[in-house]
């Protein structure tokens, strides 16, 4: 955000540390960012929904970046016309673009975007399901995931649409400590049943390992505790009741997951 800033971002990354020697320096975009899903065939695009991400490691959008501390869906931020502005004026011209260089590309494109004064701009695409907006995107998916995977093998993406769930999912992510960085790992993880029977709460795995039969954690992002509920604030209620839950105190979590949905619902 700031020239200091730039200037030990480009040392860090020139350091050898990330295995490169090389950076691309580009426009600092100010906004709020929200991410945008679609399906493609190749040649047809169909839009999911959306959801918000939040990078850094600390309450409050503080600390370093990481790979996502938790998510909500949908993303209040992300109107229809953004939505519609995304799909015709940055999704849609990407696809015809790939298709006319003579590599169509097929299967899920995320769109991570920064909703400026100017309007949506991209920052990235991933040619994946987002971690963890995946989560919260299975928990109110109506349809079979694999039936529109399959559209979009076979060319008829045209043909399909998708269906979700007017309720709000929220997933916290319960880190190792010292994540963004150093973490020790294999430290017990206790409570878990007891979590996942909370009404609307689903537990995904992501850095666990089973040693001698007791459940360890093995990476940084270790559990998604993500919950579904008719607002924001009540998927926000259940997924911190779950993460109360767990024994283990070797992790942690941020406590202000969903705040900028939760603050527009107190608004209305």
């Known amino acids: 955000m700031t020239m200091a800033e730039a200037r030990a971002a480009v040392a860090d990354i020139l350091s050898g540390k990330f295995g490169g020697a090389e950076c691309v320096i580009e426009e600092f975009l100010k906004g709020e960012e929200a991410s945008f899903f679609v399906l ?3 040649r047809n695009a169909l839009p999911l929904t959306t959801a918000q991400d939040h990078k850094r490691v600390g309450d409050g959008d503080t600390g370093p970046n990481t790979g996502g501390m938790g998510a909500y869906s949908p993303a209040p931020c992300m109107t229809p016309a953004l939505c519609g502005e995304a799909l015709e004026r940055i999704v849609k ?3 015809r673009a790939l298709a006319d260089m003579g590599h169509p590309y097929v299967g899920v494109l995320y769109a991570g975007l920064i909703l400026t004064r100017e309007g949506p701009k991209l920052i990235e695409y991933n040619a994946r399901f987002g971690d963890p907006e995946c989560q ?4 109110r998916l109506k349809d079979d995931l694999v039936a529109l995977l399959l559209a979009c093998c076979d060319g008829t993406l045209d043909r399909m649409s998708v269906r979700w769930f007017d309720e709000a999912a ?3 992510v319960l880190c190792a400590r010292g994540y963004p960085g150093e973490v020790v790992k294999g430290s017990a993880i206790r409570g878990l049943e007891g979590a996942a029977s909370l ?4 537990i995904f795995h992501a850095g666990t390992a ?3 039969g007791e459940l360890v954690a093995s990476g940084g992002r270790v559990l998604n505790v993500t919950a579904i509920g008719k607002t924001a604030q009540e998927a926000q209620a259940r997924a ?4 109360d839950r767990i024994d283990w105190p070797e992790g942690f979590c941020r406590r202000d997951i969903g705040w900028r949905a939760i603050a527009r619902e107190e608004d209305r």
């Open 40 to 42: 493609t065939d190749g």
């Open 136 to 139: 919260v995107l299975m928990m």
């Open 170 to 172: 929220l997933t916290v």
């Open 240 to 243: 911190y009741a779950a993460v």
């Open 93 to 95: 011209p990407t696809i």
């Open 199 to 202: 009404e609307g709460v689903e």
């Open 210 to 212: 089973l040693k001698n």
